[in-house]
Structures are given as structure tokens and as C-alpha cells.
């Protein structure tokens, strides 16, 4: 049974930053590539940002030298540091791991300001 858990979204104007955490238990979480995904009011869940076990990264390109996507496997949690947040960034942030992918959590809302 894995639960996720988002966590460190809010509202901030454009240009800020904010870092989401991602709190995975019962995962065997360090075998995982694991992913940043955000919902839009009124679109789909779209993927944001990649890690693989070993570090190694994607991002989509519309947050690509904005966001970073790291983790620590020792907590069993992954982040993602977003800067330079734009209007358009706003959204509800999962994390998951494209390999399922297991139940969703509650998410956290980022809400950017223009």
C-alpha cells in the first residue's frame, strides 16, 4: 500500500518560487523513477517533471530552466523547486510514478498571481 503525500504549494505572484514536496511511503520509493505531474482548472493532468532512480532528469518544455526536480532517497521524498512561476504554472502538483501508477494523493495547490 503506498501513499503520497504533496505538500508546500500556495499562492505567489509571478516571478516567485515555491518548493513542493512529495512524501512517498510503502514505495520502495529509491527503485522508482518518480514524477511531478499538475492538473489546470479545466484541463487535464499533464506531466511536469522526471527523475530517474539513478538522478538523471526530464522536464516538459514548458518548465525547462525553471523547475528542478530532485529527491532523497533516504526520506523517501521528492521535490520539485520552482522558480520564475509564471500565471500558467498554476495548477494542482502530483508527484507519482509513471510505472502505475499508484493512487493518487490530494495533491497541492500552486496558484500564481499575475
Known amino acids: 500500500q503506498v501513499q503520497l503525500v504533496e505538500s508546500g504549494g500556495g499562492l505567489v505572484q509571478a516571478g516567485g518560487s515555491l518548493r513542493l514536496s512529495c512524501a512517498a511511503s510503502?514505495?520502495?520509493?529509491?527503485?522508482?523513477?518518480m514524477a511531478w505531474f499538475r492538473q489546470a482548472p479545466g484541463k487535464q493532468r499533464e506531466l511536469v517533471a522526471t527523475?530517474?532512480?539513478?538522478?538523471?532528469?526530464n522536464c516538459a518544455p514548458s518548465v525547462k530552466d525553471r523547475f528542478t526536480i530532485s529527491r532523497d532517497n533516504a526520506k523517501n521524498t521528492l521535490y520539485l523547486q520552482m522558480n520564475s512561476l509564471k500565471p500558467e504554472d498554476t495548477g494542482v502538483y502530483f508527484c507519482?510514478?509513471?510505472?502505475?501508477?499508484?493512487?493518487w494523493g490530494q495533491g497541492t495547490q500552486v496558484t500564481v498571481s499575475s
Open positions: 507519482n510514478t509513471p510505472n502505475g501508477p499508484w493512487p
Open positions: 510503502g514505495s520502495m520509493f529509491d527503485f522508482k523513477t
Open positions: 527523475i530517474f532512480p539513478g538522478g538523471g532528469t
